[in-house]
């Protein structure tokens, strides 16, 4: 196989994740919803009572919803990334993975373009969450932010994508999703920098903000909050392409046919 | 045998944890032959075609699609064959052209190439006035037929179907029984087909028996039935898998 037929393999299926996408109005409009009621209810309720000071890399202070804004774009993110780790389950229930997976193309390559189409897709609802917020919320950002916003997002993309790549390798059935809810997306978010930032964390449960100092997820919010600054934050960098590498290792390993899931369950 | 087979697999085993599911298998398929590989439901035929496709590794025994080892050149044997799986694997919000242009992108195939092979595919599976329509709105035969012109787009040399006529009505069930054998025929492609129904064996057929596991007889249906020491092959059917 040349580079091309490997290029060709990855917009396939970039392709095929967008039209499923546009399939799914409902999954579009609660991707944009969800984040939308955190920054009307929740930030209009707790921005008199949680003040943020300046901190990095804020120039001034700045309003609650602002604060909050790349938590949410995160947010939006690792929902995404459930989601598609959600649906290769159903595809493997429902069959289409072994369309996938008989394809004659590297096993690795074939779950990156997956990821990658699923990255692809949540940069769109996050464009256009943004749009939302500013329409209706004024809520902006430096005009390059946006710009430098983008490989940030396909990075920390990758790194939530990866996470629902390796739950998928593991999740038996369907029926067990829930779980993934109470257990995964939930304490990510709540033990991260995306509602509130670490020196407050410390000030309230120093424990809890070590935990919230070494949640990937952290480092995913604060890329994204330093790219729309126009600043690029090099811990939060490696930490999110560390993950990602690891993440991703495992989800090969977890769907290697000799040691993987399918192995294992005897189900394919 | 390996080098001009189309499917050559010779003691091959396999377990689920401990329990053995294949034991010692080896059959072949040769060049542009239609082979039935019959067996009642949990003889196995399924998770030996996960182990041909590679879904499963296995660790006894060997397999070899028109002389490529398998388990050293899994991908150059995994473009060699098309296959259709027992579970329907179409996406049914898509329509038969977008799930098709998938299958091709899957395979590597540039656009134009892509463009003229459904073509093909879908004149030869009849479909061609569907192509726009979408999976869910098709019967079970047309989706059947829909999964045989996807496994032959890439052009393989051996087509694999596990049981493609389950759940469908008589009349679907043979008109896809006689497109894969026409094919078979003017092709020259290497057919695997996997079935429970002996009314899908016909006489020139290359048949494997395969029972709990195992290959109880193999050869041409008469000597199959000759080998059995009966009278039809309903009843050599019925004393080699002891029902």
């Known amino acids: ?268 | 045998m390996t080098g001009t087979a189309a499917l050559a697999i010779s003691g091959l085993s396999y377990a689920y944890g401990t329990r053995t599911v294949l034991k010692d298998v080896g059959l072949t398929v040769p060049q542009g032959g239609f082979a039935v590989l019959l067996g009642p439901n949990g003889a196995g035929k399924t998770t030996l075609f996960s182990l041909i496709t590679q879904l499963f590794a296995f660790r006894k025994g060997s397999i070899f699609i028109h002389g490529v080892d398998v388990s050293k050149h899994p991908l150059a044997a995994l473009g060699l064959i098309g296959v259709v799986f027992q579970q329907p694997t179409l996406d049914l919000d898509l329509t038969i052209d977008q799930n098709l242009k998938y299958h091709a992108a899957l395979h590597g195939m540039p656009g134009k190439v892509a463009k003229d092979r459904i073509a093909q595919a879908l004149e030869r599976v009849d479909l061609t006035a569907e192509r726009a329509t979408v999976v869910r709105k098709l019967s079970g035969g047309q989706r059947r037929r829909v999964e045989i012109g996807r496994a032959l787009i890439h052009n393989p040399r051996f087509l694999l179907l596990d049981e493609p006529t389950v759940g469908l009505d008589i009349a679907s069930r043979k008109s896809i029984l006689t497109h894969v054998r026409a094919l078979c025929r003017d092709t020259g492609l290497g057919v695997l087909w996997a079935t429970h129904l002996l009314d899908e064996v016909e006489g020139d057929d290359h048949l494997i028996v395969l029972d709990k596991g195992e290959v109880k007889a193999a050869g041409s249906v008469d000597q199959v039935i000759l080998a059995s020491g009966t009278q039809n092959l309903g009843a050599a059917f019925s004393s080699l898998v002891g029902s």
Request: charged share 15%; aromatic share 14%; net charge neutral.
């Open chain 1, 1 to 268: 196989m040349t580079p091309v037929q490997y290029l060709r393999c990855l917009l396939g299926i970039v392709v095929r994740e967008g039209l499923r996408f546009t399939h799914q109005r409902e999954r579009f409009i609660s991707s944009l919803v969800r984040p939308l009621l955190w920054l009307v209810i929740f930030a209009a309720g707790f921005r008199n009572v949680l003040g943020v000071s300046m901190i990095e890399p804020y120039d001034t202070y700045v309003l609650y919803e602002v604060f909050i804004t790349p938590g949410l774009i995160a947010m939006i993110q690792l929902f995404n990334g459930m989601q598609s780790s959600l649906s290769m389950v159903y595809d493997r229930e429902m069959g289409s993975m072994r369309t996938l997976l008989i394809s004659p193309f590297p096993r690795w390559w074939l779950l990156f373009s997956k990821l990658l189409a699923g990255v692809a897709v949540s940069v769109v609802q996050v464009y256009v969450f943004l749009i939302v917020s500013y329409l209706l919320l004024d809520i902006s950002m430096p005009p390059m932010g946006y710009v430098y916003l983008l490989p940030a997002l396909f990075l920390t993309g990758l790194m939530l994508g990866a996470m629902g790549l390796v739950l998928s390798s593991f999740i038996k059935q369907l029926e067990n999703f829930a779980g993934v809810m109470n257990f995964v997306i939930f304490p990510l978010f709540f033990t991260s920098t995306a509602l509130y930032p670490l020196w407050r964390m410390k000030d309230a449960n120093p424990w809890l903000a070590d935990i919230c100092a070494v949640n990937p997820f952290t480092h995913a919010v604060e890329l994204i909050r330093f790219a729309l600054y126009e600043r690029l934050n090099v811990e939060a960098l490696a930490v999110v392409v560390g993950t990602f590498l690891v993440l991703m290792a495992a989800a090969v390993w977890g769907y290697d046919p000799s040691i993987g899931f399918l192995q294992r369950k005897g189900d394919a």
